[in-house]
């Protein structure tokens, strides 16, 4: 159960600083396409929803290791 345990909680954090930097990257992009540079914020939007997309699978697998860690005691 431990090593479910820490597995879980490692990809959670991990996870948790994949949001922060998608957060800090749209904000560039936001600042590059107020400078004119509209394609690059659209193309920096599109790689930034890939980690949308994988975030949600990354949260259910993370509750599920968290149910399996909880019913192995």
């Known amino acids: 159960m431990q ?3 820490l597995l879980a909680s490692m990809l959670k954090r ?3 600083n994949q949001l922060a930097l998608g957060a800090a990257i ?3 992009s936001n600042w590059v396409e107020q400078r004119g540079s509209t394609e690059v914020a659209q193309n920096i939007r599109g790689a930034l929803d890939t980690l949308d997309e994988n975030s ?3 949260t259910l697998a993370l509750a599920s290791m968290a ?3 909880r019913t192995e005691k």
């Open 56 to 58: 949600g699978f990354i």
């Open 26 to 28: 749209e904000e560039l």
């Open 14 to 16: 991990m996870n948790e």
């Open 3 to 5: 090593d479910v345990s």
């Open 67 to 69: 149910a399996e860690g």
